[in-house]
């Protein structure tokens, strides 16, 4: 089978034998994966000493072909999208509710790769990351499974709780590429009035077409970060309001980006990150998705597996909203 590997810092398509399963799992027969902002960044920041480390891709769907354990009513022929990482829920992380901190979360992962013919998946992705995904959704829609698990991860944390009245709050989404997207439609879905804002005017028309517009003289009771900059930092700082939240939910090229501490202090801010979904948020997803409570037709730019350097090319260069590599 083929897969994508990064060797020598350029990413190659090798031969690699198809995995086979030792223990409890699955065999899946990979449909096609999203290019993830974190798989160009592992490919920026990879070393001589950990580019053998790097999986590359985590957004997949696919087709259940071979299943030796019942978890749930999974069964060869479903197809499915998933999450790739799991925690213990032993640990002192896991029983604060940080999973994402937590040491088996870090270490589970998909095998070999998202960019690949088939992976292997263990028993406890079944449980906890694999879900049967609705026959009429399109594929390159399936896999925004996990990044919106993401989003929906950071609107929790922000103290949104899903079904309930969150009507008289206010967010602002600041960075609306892909994720800035799935965030503000996440945000939608949990009843926020959710509004966005990007220096991109392509992106912002984008985000109006989606309902979603900027109000420069509000003030929002919860910022999210999904672009890390200092312009976005003051941007946040600006229109959130006294007593308000900014959820940071994007990485910088460097670490000169901060927060000024008298701001935060005099006016009481909470500061507070998100990283990586527990296994409820990717639940939610799901059901967010197959339900189509959250829309992401028309999303995606597709690749094959052999153009998957142009697809990461034209995702850094902005030529494309989101990439979809078919497999």
């Not at 096609?32 to 490919?43: A, F, M, N, P, Y």
């Amino acid at each position: 089978m083929k897969y994508a590997k990064l060797i020598n810092g350029k990413i190659q398509i090798i031969d690699a034998f198809k995995p086979v399963l030792t223990a409890k799992g699955a065999i899946i027969k990979v449909l096609g994966c999203g290019l993830c902002g974190s798989d160009i960044v592992k490919i920026k920041q990879a070393t001589p000493e950990n580019e053998d480390k790097i999986i590359l891709g985590h957004e997949v769907v696919g087709i259940i072909e071979e299943i030796n354990c019942r978890v749930r009513d999974l069964k060869v022929g479903d197809v499915v999208a998933l999450g790739h990482h799991y925690p213990c829920f032993k640990c002192e992380y896991c029983k604060n509710n940080s999973y994402s901190m937590c040491k088996t979360f870090k270490e589970s992962n998909i095998s070999p790769a998202g960019f690949s013919e088939y992976i292997k998946v263990d028993e406890n992705h079944l449980k906890y990351t694999v879900y049967r995904m609705n026959q009429f959704l399109k594929d390159d829609e399936k896999a925004f499974l996990e990044p919106l698990s993401c989003c929906l991860r950071a609107i929790r944390r922000a103290g949104f709780e899903y079904k309930k009245d969150n009507s008289m709050h206010s967010a602002l989404v600041i960075g609306l590429g892909s994720i800035g997207l799935l965030m503000l439609k996440g945000l939608r879905a949990f009843g926020v009035n959710a509004y966005g804002l990007d220096v991109s005017q392509e992106r912002s028309i984008l985000a109006a077409q989606h309902g979603f517009c900027f109000e420069d003289n509000k003030k929002y009771d919860v910022v999210f970060l999904t672009a890390g900059s200092d312009g976005a930092v003051q941007t946040a700082l600006k229109h959130v309001i006294d007593g308000g939240k900014i959820i940071v939910f994007s990485s910088v090229k460097d670490e000169l980006t901060a927060f000024s501490n008298n701001e935060i202090y005099y006016r009481e801010l909470s500061i507070i990150s998100s990283y990586s979904p527990a296994v409820e948020d990717i639940k939610l997803s799901s059901e967010l998705i197959n339900n189509k409570i959250v829309e992401v037709k028309g999303l995606s730019s597709k690749y094959s597996l052999d153009n998957l350097q142009q697809a990461i090319d034209d995702s850094i260069e902005g030529k494309v909203f989101k990439a979809y590599i078919e497999i």
